[in-house]
């Protein structure tokens, strides 16, 4: 996938995925956009961040973005998140905004959310790459097929996992993966998106976070510390 190797973690689940025509597909137009010199997001060597920083093994809580950021120095492999240093988008500003309201903390100025993923939180786009600011430009070319097997994979783990799911766009990725819901072992949130244009809807008081930690621990697991 654009020269980034899949983690240890995760390769067995997602080997039948790989091999798949429309992964097979994706490797090589995303090579063929390389070499004609367009600018992709994120770049090479961060498109699996997700999946390295959370090890299969390790996930307790999946939240499921669209595509990454296209703008410049954004993307770097989280959905929602940006590294150190760059302003915090607005959909992560009401992201922040409802952990205060659910939980009482503090909104932070870093948008880096890597520590979260270390916790075990999976934070998964749909759509691994896009083209620079072209918004969803990368729908469609085959990362569906890979990062379905990455949800589907964690529900048939068996094992207590909450998953959020913000807006049509994760609910309906999650409608493809069989099963998911079907065990009480299984919390599905949904809630409108937390982009501006729809937070006002109801993911303002949908309190996500404190929710899934509420269910981790009642299943004697370890919180995530947002």
Known sequence: MGNDAIPESWRAALEP???????????????????????????????LAALELTPLENVRVVILGQ???????????????VPDGVKVPP?????????????????????????????????????????????????GRGWDAITDACVAAVVERGEPTVFILWGSH?????????????SDKHLVLTSPHPSPLS??????????????????KAYGCETIDW
Request: charged fraction near 25%; charge should be positive.
């Open 17 to 47: 995925a790989l091999q798949s025509k429309e992964a097979r597909k994706l490797g090589g137009w995303l090579r063929a956009e390389e070499d004609r010199g367009g600018a992709i997001y994120p770049p090479r060597g961060q498109r």
């Open 67 to 81: 595509d990454p950021y296209h703008g410049p120095g954004q993307a770097h492999g989280l959905a929602f998140s």
């Open 91 to 139: 959909s992560l500003v009401n992201i922040y905004k409802e952990l205060e309201s659910d939980l009482g903390i503090g909104r932070r100025d870093s948008g880096n959310l890597k520590n979260w993923a270390r916790q075990g939180v999976l934070l998964l786009n749909n759509t691994l790459t896009v083209a620079a600011g072209q918004a969803g430009s990368h729908a």
């Open 170 to 182: 994760a609910r309906k990725k999650a409608e493809r993966v069989k099963g998911l819901g079907a």
């Open 199 to 216: 937070a006002h809807s109801g993911f303002f008081g949908s309190k996500p976070f404190s929710q899934a930690n509420e269910f981790l």
